[in-house]
């Protein structure tokens, strides 16, 4: 019962007790993974961004100040309207001037225009997705050839929680999505260990071939 609750508030958080705690977890155990996403995507400041599945906004805040040109643009999508909430507040003063754009809405189906993206990065965010080939195909036509896609995840963690049935099925597995993003049209697809202080964690790398 717990291991269902746990995996329905991480993969769409909700205002509530649990959506609560999720959401201070995040906070505490993604702050790595999400400075260092945004870190290896070698973001420019005049880049345009886009973090998938943005959380409580904390890999928004750090792309944020890399995008010091005029032109940089930061955009972010979240399925759970309470995550959305929650990075609208944290973001609130840039989203008002035009630097951050924020959407709720699915990652196979983001109303962004196609080509458009230099950058992409996520964390601890695919293996919540119904189909991970939409996902990875919406990902590929909303990026400028060239463009750079970066996720970072502690594989170890994913899976312990796989094995207490907190992650559903076999989408978890790095090789699943790196196939997905194949399938795709990316190339290049790899995964590297990376070491940030003490703590290890595996970053996945596509870039969109058009």
């Known amino acids: 019962m717990w291991a269902a609750t746990l995996a329905k508030q991480l ?5 509530s007790v649990a959506g609560w705690l999720v959401s201070k977890f ?28 943005h959380g409580p906004g904390l890999g928004l805040q750090s792309a944020a100040r890399l995008l010091t040109e005029p032109t940089g643009h930061l955009i972010g999508v979240d399925y759970s309207q ?4 929650m990075a609208s507040e944290r973001m609130k003063e840039l989203v008002a001037s035009g630097k951050v754009t924020l959407h709720h809405c699915d990652v196979a189906a983001m109303p962004l225009a196609d080509s458009t993206i230099d950058k992409v990065f ?27 896609m970066v996720t970072t995840l502690k594989l ?12 559903p099925g ?17 190339t290049d697809v790899r995964m ?4 940030h202080s003490d703590i290890t964690f595996q970053a996945i790398y596509a870039t969109a071939l058009k």
């Open 192 to 195: 590297e260990d990376k070491q």
């Open 122 to 148: 996520h964390c601890n965010c695919y293996y919540f997705w119904p189909s991970l080939r939409k996902g990875a195909s919406e990902i590929h036509r909303v990026m400028k050839p060239g463009g750079l």
């Open 170 to 186: 076999e989408n978890w597995h790095p090789e699943v999505y790196m196939a997905a993003l194949k399938d795709s049209g990316f």
């Open 11 to 15: 993969s769409h958080p909700t205002r």
């Open 26 to 53: 995040l906070v505490t155990n993604n702050q790595i993974l999400e400075e260092n996403a945004v870190q290896l995507s070698g973001i420019l400041p005049g880049d345009t961004v886009l973090e998938l599945g």
């Open 156 to 167: 170890n963690r994913l899976a312990y929680f796989a094995s207490k049935r907190v992650l």
């Open 82 to 85: 309470y995550m959305h909430q």
